[in-house]
């Protein structure tokens, strides 16, 4: 085991929702190799500290104000190439993955998986980034 | 009065009811902004007004031997459109006449082409239902499962009140043209919703 795979993996959580920001945060801080570095509320502050942060791994809400998650996806994925971005989305992924995942995101998530599935995501998508 | 006098005096009837109903789509489309996006909307009003010129052409093609223009082929199409021509571009006409007074008859539907506005509206409520109701279940399950009783408690109050004021606010739109009645809110089967565990286990016992 190398001290590189020892890194804590650097998440923000890009969400309108503050309560839903909390409850995320508090399951990934739960995590041992995971740590929250940053929130925003809203799509264009989210790829400003995306680029400033270089985290490992963005959770992206799609419906947010300013910028939505769609318009966001490719610029985080100029400004910060290594990041994995997992969409986290309310709308059902059969009619929005497809989509995201065509304009660079790494995973789909739909609101309402269970939080360990969620965290799960986080180490699969980081995991492959560092690979890649 | 000749066969193709009708059939002209027709086709004129037609030409202006599809042209005037490609006018009143077409610019409620670039009202609206949608004459990229929607596409059935801007197909439809084409149709219209491609058929409007197609019949135009047919009613002027008649008329220009009578000004000593083209009579050869004018001449031809005049003898060409019989009677069974007649009837239905007739029909044709009482058609559009008929499809131009309906929409005439809705202000609305004239100022803002609310009639091709529906995918707009639809993608604006479930963007709204996402934010309102979603988001807000997803917080009230996720508190839920965190232990977090209370928090889920006032999450999921706080959806159903923003979820009767979207269901408030939707009903009100329609109320502008139609008007709840009797009967608009009946429903082809019982609502369902999923029984509480507990609750269904108390039942089975008694």
New interface residues.
Partial sequence: VTAAEHQLIRVVLCDDVAALRAIVREVLEDEPDIEVVGEVDNGADGVLLIAQLQPDVVLLDLSMPGMDGLEAIPVIRRSAPDCGIIVFSGFAADRMAARALELGADRYEQKGVALEDLAASVYDVAAARRIS | MQTWHVVTAENVVVASAYSAIAYVILSGLITTGQLRTNKLGLATGLIFMTCAVHHGAHSVHMLLPSVGLDKEHGEIMRQAFDWHVAVWDGLTAAVGVYYLSLRGSYASVLRGAQMFEDLKVRQRQ??EI??NI??G???A???L??GHDA?SRA?IEDTLRKAQNLITDLLGESRGDAGLGPGDLRRSAGATVVDPPKARDADSSR
């Fill in positions: 479930a963007v996402n934010d979603v988001q279940l997803t917080v399950k996720y508190q499962d965190r928090h999450a």
